[in-house]
């Protein structure tokens, strides 16, 4: 088996990428030098190689799915973060905040459909406190103990838990007492204090997102984690995200999936720099396979990606494509993603066996619910 690798690697691959390759093929880790090296200078076939091999490892040939939707509560947000297309202050056209009755509504309209998930990410909404969020987590619990609730990022829970007064764990105990059951990986873009005052300044540090997903792990809430990539930031600043997701789950082994977010660039501040190319998102994929040795789950999230490039990234280390999504969130079609924004089943089915991989459909925590 260690030999596999370096034999798939074609004989003029260069010393340094043999090196790497024989240290994935051991079970070793690769260096920040070394992600940094296979950024720059790996072909995409030699990185397809590696990240397969990594997936093949971690996954055998299962790619996951799961049946969820998403509500997004408010779009009104005390931030501006410069890449959003999303957010509006309270009363400017296009902002729009539910009643915890509102959100209720959207959860009935699944009443009896075989659904597992709801995601629930919004706006920072300045009046919006812990304890409304509480109520309304409380109102989706009593009306369906079955689904599991993945709510808030980082950067709105920070702002919550502030308000409120508590602290970060008991604020989180609160949420979880009335029915929060994960959190989602939104909010962490690039983790860099230069980039992110360029890209959003007054949003909450690398430190507040780390210490907020480090508590929640504590807290026995499993998390998700993003990078927010192909804006301004550069291979080190990758790299360098990567190595502090990387670490924190050496600490507390809570992160289910990472998930790359490719930069979308319609209706924002930044739609100047336009959108990076799909073999940079293939790289990118492959580089976070090889490197996160620790994170069981890569996600290519169609909604972002669009669903070709996400059945590509399925041959560079993607092993999860999320769910059904039914077109029930806004973020990334406001930032100009064409693509219809749901999926059925039998089309998941397809695109993934069209990959030569095994579809699966698992819950939130990636207990398999059905084998196709
Ligand atoms: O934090 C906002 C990103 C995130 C743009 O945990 C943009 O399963 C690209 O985190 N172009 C929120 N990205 C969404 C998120 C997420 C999505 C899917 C699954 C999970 C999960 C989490 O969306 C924000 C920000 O990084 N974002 N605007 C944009 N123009
Ligand atoms: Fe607000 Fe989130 Fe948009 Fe930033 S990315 S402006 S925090 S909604």
């Not at 030699?46 to 299962?62: C, F, G, H, P, Y």
């Not at 508590?215 to 993003?226: D, E, V, Y």
């Not at 990606?305 to 806004?330: C, N, P």
């Amino acid at each position: 088996m260690s030999n596999d690798i370096l034999l798939l690697l074609s004989s003029s691959a260069s010393h340094k990428t043999q090196e790497i390759a024989g240290k994935i093929s051991e079970g070793q880790r690769i260096s920040n030098e070394d992600a940094l090296f296979l950024y720059n200078n790996a072909s995409l076939g030699e990185l397809a190689i590696m990240a397969d091999w990594v997936r093949q490892k971690l996954n055998s040939d299962v790619v996951y799915f799961n049946r969820n939707f998403h509500i997004e509560p408010t779009n009104i947000c005390v931030y501006q973060c410069k890449f959003c297309a999303y957010s509006r202050k309270a009363n400017e056209d296009g902002a729009w905040e539910y009643s915890i009755e509102d959100i209720l509504n959207q959860v009935k309209l699944y009443d009896g459909a075989p659904v597992t998930e709801v995601h629930i990410v919004g706006g920072v909404h300045p009046n919006r406190d812990i304890y409304f969020y509480a109520q309304m987590l409380q109102a989706i619990r009593n009306h369906r103990s079955d689904i599991h609730i993945k709510a808030f990022t980082a950067v709105e829970l920070n702002y919550m838990i502030q308000k409120s007064g508590m602290s970060i764990q008991d604020g989180l105990q609160y949420l979880k007492a009335h029915g929060l059951d994960s959190i989602p990986g939104g909010g962490a873009e690039i983790f860099d204090d230069e980039i992110r005052k360029q890209l959003c300044h007054e949003k909450s540090s690398t430190e507040m997102w780390l210490n907020i997903h480090e508590n929640a792990h504590l807290c026995g809430l499993p998390s998700n984690a993003t990078m927010l990539y192909g804006h301004i930031e550069t291979y080190e600043h990758r790299v360098n995200h990567l190595s502090k997701l990387r670490e924190l789950q050496d600490k507390t082994n809570g992160f289910n999936a990472f998930i790359p977010l490719k930069y979308r660039k319609s209706n924002n501040q930044l739609s100047h720099i336009g959108e990076v190319s799909i073999i940079e998102d293939l790289k990118n994929y492959a580089v976070s396979r090889i490197y996160m040795d620790n994170i069981r789950h890569l996600k290519a999230y169609w909604p972002m990606l669009g669903k070709e490039v996400m059945q590509l990234a399925l041959s560079f280390g993607a092993d999860d494509i999320d769910g059904t999504i039914d077109d029930t969130t806004k973020i990334y079609t406001m930032a100009g993603v064409k693509d219809k924004n749901k999926m059925d089943v039998p089309e998941m089915i397809s695109i993934i066996r069209q990959s030569s991989k095994k579809p699966v459909e698992r819950d939130s925590l990636y207990n398999i619910i059905k084998n196709y």
